[in-house]
């Protein structure tokens, strides 16, 4: 029920849609270009191209988040394979909901398949079904690949929701590190560093920003447009370590902050720290406790602790 709640709402599709596209941006190594890359896989997606089809035939369908939904893995490959028309998949507003959010990400993936197998064949000589399984593997692990599991990290993610998209988030990003030093440092400084400062420098002296909860400047770039205050969210792990530490960074040199660096550390706690608390006790814990332990705050109020129910 959380995983199915989290995944469907359109605001996590909206915020799914811009880190899986800043993601892909750092990750690939074939010119992926943020957000116009992945509406270019959307119409792939919508079109049922040649592109799409071997995606598909790959098996790249069942890679991405709302394949961790049970009810949706378990309709099977053959009803989900088939070349049948999309009004009859959408039965009921959870098979909508479960379309719209999967063709959000998975445009990100078809797009970056299809760049692949387009390099792989003509500037590395590759043959085409050579290219084509190097492409598939390329676009499940281009974000996260939520269908791999480890025997041991099953079973914890059955009672612990996001468990495995935690360690494997963090264990491509080391993966990338080391394997791409200097490329991924470079991407960091342009797509993370560069704007963390930028948009720092012209909001630290505004009321509203200096009024946001700690979690959300974590979370979140704010850009402010006709007194409208948009939030963009930061690609997971990379904008916390290059993001959030290039703002903790410029709060510290300007003296914004005395606490800046403890709470950039904090911040990296809370990255690399999982949630082992079995999910059916986190609630009635929080309740016990009075504390929502993602917010890091009191249920009720302080100035409300001593007033009736």
């Known amino acids: 029920m959380l995983r199915t709640g989290a995944v469907l709402t359109p605001e996590f599709m909206a915020r799914n849609f811009t880190r899986d596209t800043l993601q892909a941006y750092f990750y690939s190594k074939d010119g992926f270009i943020p957000v116009v890359s992945t509406l270019v896989g959307v119409g792939h997606l919508l079109g049922r191209s040649k592109a799409y089809q071997e995606w598909v035939a790959s ?41 719209l959010s999967g063709l959000v990400e998975q445009g990100t993936r078809v797009e970056i398949f299809r760049q692949r197998a387009k390099k ?16 598939a593997f390329e676009a499940r692990e281009i974000t996260i690949d939520f269908q791999k599991f480890g025997l041991k990290t099953r079973s914890i993610n059955a009672m612990s929701a996001f468990f495995n ?27 993370l560093v560069l704007p963390s400062v930028l948009l720092y420098v012209v909001n630290r002296d505004e009321k509203w920003y200096k009024s946001l909860p ?3 400047k974590d979370l979140h770039w704010h850009i402010e447009v006709n007194d409208v205050i948009w939030r963009v969210p930061k690609p997971h ?15 510290w040199m300007s ?10 550390l904090q911040s990296l706690k809370t990255m690399v720290t999982p949630s082992l608390i079995p999910q059916s006790l ?6 016990w406790s009075n504390k929502n332990y993602f917010f890091d705050r009191p249920i009720i109020p302080r100035d409300r602790e001593q007033v009736l129910p």
Do not use: C
């Open 255 to 264: 003296k914004d902050n005395p606490n800046a660096t403890k709470e950039y």
């Open 214 to 216: 700690q979690w959300e």
């Open 59 to 99: 098996g790249g369908q069942f890679s991405h988040l709302q394949s961790i939904d049970r009810a949706y893995h378990q309709q099977g490959m053959k009803e989900m394979l088939q070349s049948i028309p999309v009004r009859n998949l959408l039965k009921n507003p959870m098979e909508q909901l479960r379309a």
């Open 165 to 191: 998209p935690w360690l494997q988030g963090n264990e491509k990003l080391i993966r990338q590190f080391k394997n791409h030093p200097v490329a991924m440092t470079a991407n960091a400084f342009a797509g």
């Open 120 to 135: 792989a064949q003509r500037k590395e000589g590759k043959s085409r079904p050579e290219a084509l399984t190097e492409a």
């Open 237 to 251: 792990g990379l904008g916390t370590i290059f993001g959030t530490g290039a703002e903790k960074f410029m709060e």
């Open 282 to 287: 986190a609630i009635p814990m929080e309740i």
